[in-house]
C-alpha cells in the first residue's frame, strides 16, 4: 500500500468529480482482469450433489464478500450472508442442489433465470437487497440467522444462527481491515500508523497523531516532500494534517464501503482517494482518470499513484490491478495466495510493483524484483507492504511486526499500540 515518500503524499482539499466527456481528461481504460476473471473456471458452477463439498471456494467468498461491501450490507445483514452462504452451499456456486435450487445461496426460480442465480455477484445483489429489507423491518434483537431465515425461509429455521462463529471466522480470514500500515521514507527511514491514527517514526520526524475527537478507524498515511510533514486518512474520507501538510479538503461524499487508501501527485498539491467498493475521488491538482469497474472481485485494498501524478493504479483483493492515465499494467491476478491480497507497492520509477497477501506472499511484476516473502511466526496478519528507493521492500503485520527484504532496513517494532496497522 505503501509507496517511496518522493510519490506517496498526501493532501487534503476535495475537488468535485468531473465525470463522462465533459471532463476532457483522457481517461484510460482499467486494465485487468476483471470481467474475465470473474466469469472464469474459479466461479463457475460446481456440483453440490450429493452432499456439499467440504470447504469454501474462495474466490466465491471474495465475491460474496465484496459484492456484500458495495451493495452497502451493515454488520448484521453482512453476518446473516455469510452464515446463509455457509449453510446453503459452503461458499460454493452449486450447479444444482435440493429441487430446483441453485446457486452461492441455492435460489429458487423465484430470483431469475438459472444463469442469473449461478452468477455470484448477482446472487449475493439479490440476497442482500431482500436481508436490508428484513433488516430496516427487524427490531435490534433480531439476530443475523434469523435476519437469513426470513430470506431463505428454510425448513430447518435455527441452522443459520448455529454457524455464526463460522460466519465470523470467514469474514475475519476474507475481509481485509487494516491500519494506516507502513511506508518507507527514504532509504533509511519509515513511518508507520495505527488504526487510532498512532504515529510511529522511525529515524523519521513525528509531528503529531492521535487525533483528538475522531472515532473511526485510520486507513493510510503519507509523508510531505521533505518530511516535514504527513497526513492521516480514516476510513470516512477525513484528512488530519501535520507539520507542512496543508488541508485540502476531505469526506468524500457518497462512498460505498469504507475509504481505504490514499494516493498522492508527487507536488503534495492533490490526491486521490478510493473506497472498498472501488470509487475514486481527486481532490487538489490530482485528475480523477476513472474508477468502479465494472466486474471485479474481492474489494478494493489499495491505490498507488504513478511517479508523473498522471495515472494510478487500483487493486482488489483477490489481487487484480486496474492501471488508468498513464499507469502501466504489468500483471496481477496471482494464483496460489491465501486469504485475500492487501496491499501493492510501485517501484520507485513506476515501470512495477509487488503485491502481498495477509500470509505475507510477495507477487513482483514488471522490474519489481522478489526478494522474500511469506514470513514465519507472524502475529496476525500482514497488513501492508512499502518498496524501498532501491531493490527491497518493508512489511508490516497487523499487530506492527516489521519484515525486512532486499535493502530494506529494520529499525524497531511499535509498541503499546492500538491494532490493527
Known amino acids: 500500500m505503501r509507496y517511496p515518500n518522493h510519490a506517496r503524499l498526501r493532501a487534503h482539499r476535495r475537488i468535485l468529480l468531473i465525470a463522462g466527456a465533459a471532463a476532457a481528461l483522457a481517461v484510460t481504460a482499467p486494465l485487468g482482469t476483471s470481467a474475465a476473471w470473474a466469469d472464469s473456471g474459479s466461479l463457475a458452477p460446481v456440483s453440490c ?5 467440504a470447504g469454501e471456494n474462495q474466490a466465491v467468498v471474495l465475491q460474496v464478500y465484496a459484492r456484500a461491501v458495495a451493495d452497502g450490507a451493515d454488520a448484521r445483514v453482512m453476518t446473516a450472508t455469510f452464515e446463509a452462504a455457509w449453510v446453503e ?49 427487524s427490531g435490534p434483537n433480531v ?18 444462527d448455529q454457524q455464526q462463529g463460522t460466519a465470523a471466522a470467514l469474514q475475519s480470514t476474507y475481509a481485509v481491515v487494516n491500519g494506516g500500515g507502513t511506508r518507507m521514507i527514504g532509504a533509511g527511514a519509515y513511518l508507520d500508523v495505527s488504526s487510532a491514527g498512532q504515529v510511529y517514526a522511525w529515524n523519521s520526524r513525528y509531528l503529531g497523531g492521535s487525533p483528538g475527537g475522531n472515532t473511526g478507524r485510520f486507513t493510510d498515511a503519507a509523508v510531505t516532500p521533505g518530511e ?40 503534495g498539491r ?10 475514486v475521488y481527486a481532490y487538489g491538482d490530482a485528475l480523477y482518470y476513472g474508477g468502479s469497474p465494472a466486474g471485479f472481485s474481492g474489494e478494493f485494498t489499495d491505490m498507488e499513484m504513478t511517479p508523473s501524478g498522471h495515472g494510478y493504479w487500483l487493486l482488489t483483493s483477490s489481487g487484480q490491478v486496474y492501471a488508468y492515465g498513464d499507469a502501466s499494467y504489468y500483471g496481477g491476478s496471482p494464483t496460489g495466495f491465501s486469504k485475500a491480497i492487501v496491499a501493492m507497492s510501485p517501484t520507485p520509477d513506476g515501470r512495477g510493483y509487488v503485491l502481498v497477501s495477509k500470509t505475507g506472499q510477495v507477487y513482483p511484476y514488471g522490474d519489481a524484483g522478489y526478494h522474500g516473502g511469506s514470513p514465519a511466526g507472524v502475529s496476525g496478519d500482514i497488513a501492508d507492504i512499502s518498496y524501498t528507493p532501491g531493490a527491497g521492500y518493508l512489511l508490516i503485520s497487523t499487530t506492527g511486526q516489521h519484515y525486512a527484504y532486499g535493502d530494506a532496513p529494520f529499525l524497531g517494532n511499535p509498541v503499546n499500540a492500538a491494532v490493527p496497522f
Not at 461458499?91 to 442469473?116: D, E, K, P
Not at 476510513?235 to 498522492?264: C, E, F, K, R, W
Not at 492533490?270 to 470509487?279: E, N, P, R
Request: proline share 5%; with cysteine; glycine share 12%.
Open 89 to 137: 452451499s459452503h461458499f460454493n456456486n452449486c450447479s444444482n442442489g435440493t429441487g430446483t435450487s441453485v446457486g452461492v445461496f441455492q435460489q429458487l426460480s423465484s430470483y431469475g433465470s438459472v444463469a442469473q442465480r449461478e452468477n455470484v455477484a448477482a446472487a449475493t445483489d439479490a440476497f442482500v437487497a431482500r436481508a436490508e429489507n428484513v433488516d430496516r423491518v
Open 143 to 160: 439476530t443475523p440467522g434469523q435476519i437469513a431465515q426470513q430470506v431463505q425461509k428454510s425448513a430447518n429455521p435455527a441452522r443459520y
Open 228 to 267: 516535514a510533514g504527513y497526513w492521516l486518512l480514516d476510513a470516512s474520507g477525513q484528512i488530519y494534517a501535520y507539520g507542512n501538510a496543508p488541508y485540502l479538503g476531505g469526506g468524500a461524499a457518497g462512498h460505498t464501503g469504507d475509504i481505504i487508501a490514499l494516493a498522492a501527485t508527487p507536488d
Open 49 to 53: 450433489q450429493p452432499n456439499l463439498p
Open 270 to 279: 492533490g490526491y486521490a482517494m478510493l473506497s472498498a467498493s472501488g470509487q
